[in-house]
């Protein structure tokens, strides 16, 4: 059984940092690529960013800078450091595996909350 498990997630006041985690089991991890979604209430579910598991990273255009997605295979785990977070990042963090061979599989984690508010 797949799973893909959040953490991190919490309230920070606007200009602070956080470190999620997804820690990933039930998958070959070494063959997916793996990212990070987010949905804000009343929006849809966007891109943060994504690894390959040759560690190529793709991020939204408007989270450069601020964001590093980073794997660590041997962990099976996929992490994103967020700084100079803003009110507008405030949303549920979904992670995401993606197969890179055979059919394409996909799964999502059940999300982490962050919310940025002073």
């Known amino acids: 059984q797949v799973q893909l498990v959040e953490s991190g997630g919490g309230l920070v006041q606007p200009g602070g940092s956080l470190r999620l985690s997804c820690a990933a089991s039930?998958?070959?991890?070494?063959?997916?690529?793996m990212g990070w979604y987010r949905q804000a209430p009343g929006k849809e579910r966007e891109l943060v960013a994504t690894?390959?598991?040759?560690?190529?990273?793709n991020y939204a255009d408007s989270l450069k800078g601020r964001f590093t997605i980073s794997r660590d295979n041997a962990k099976n785990t996929i992490y994103l450091q967020m700084n100079g977070l803003k009110s507008e990042d405030t949303a549920v963090y979904y992670c995401?595996?993606?197969?890179?061979?055979?059919?394409?599989?996909?799964?999502w984690g059940k999300g982490t909350l962050v919310t940025v508010s002073s």
């Open positions: 995401n595996a993606k197969a890179e061979v055979g059919y394409g599989m996909n799964y």
């Open positions: 039930g998958i070959i991890f070494s063959l997916y690529t």
């Open positions: 690894i390959t598991s040759g560690g190529s990273t």
